[in-house]
């Protein structure tokens, strides 16, 4: 008899958009835009709700807009 695979639940993420400028900041906060991947202005990247990725979000909030995957 064959199993069934059952859908396993989707995890939701991020959508962070880099809002304001990392200019003036700290180094180690333009270290973590570049680990989430962040390099523009308004530029948009989707990351996995995880621990580490809402660590880094925690550290740069201020220049950043998260929302809800």
């Not at 835009?33 to 990247?45: A, D, H, Y």
């Amino acid at each position: 008899m064959p199993t069934v695979k059952t859908a396993k639940a989707v995890s939701t993420g991020f959508v962070i958009t880099l809002r304001r400028s990392p200019i003036g900041t700290p180094q180690k906060h333009r270290r973590v835009l570049s680990g989430l991947g962040l390099r523009k202005i308004r530029q948009t990247v989707t990351r996995p709700n995880t621990s580490q990725v809402r660590g880094m979000i925690g550290k740069v909030g201020y220049l950043l807009e998260v929302q809800p995957q």
